[in-house]
């Protein structure tokens, strides 16, 4: 059973940095191309920056220079360095396997003075 469990968000303040995690169980993220999404509050879900399977990182205009995908093939785990934070990167955090439609419960990040 694929699962992807989202983790590190919280408050932070303009400027700040967080960094999520993203559990994956039955699914390789060494293999697949891994995917970070946020929705904001009243926004469609957006893809935000994708890892291949051979490395190569795509991300969005709005987050590129400010935000780093990366993963641990050890830990079958990816993560979401974010620095530079503003206020309209509050969101929920999803990662996401491609190719497969599992979300996990998500994690939100609030960026507020």
């Known amino acids: 059973q694929v699962q992807f469990v989202e983790s590190g968000g919280g408050l932070v303040q303009p400027g700040g940095s967080l960094r999520l995690s993203c559990a994956a169980s039955?699914?390789?993220?060494?293999?697949?191309?891994m995917e970070w999404y946020r929705q904001a509050p009243g926004k469609q879900r957006e893809l935000v920056a994708r890892?291949?399977?051979?490395?190569?990182?795509n991300y969005a205009d709005s987050v590129k220079g400010r935000f780093t995908i990366s993963r641990d093939n050890a830990k079958n785990t990816v993560y979401l360095q974010m620095n530079s934070l503003a206020p309209e990167d509050t969101a929920v955090y999803y990662c996401?396997?491609?190719?497969?439609?599992?979300w996990g419960q998500g994690t939100r990040v609030t960026v507020s003075s």
């Open positions: 996401k396997s491609q190719g497969v439609e599992v």
């Open positions: 890892i291949t399977s051979g490395g190569s990182r």
């Open positions: 039955g699914r390789r993220v060494s293999i697949y191309a």
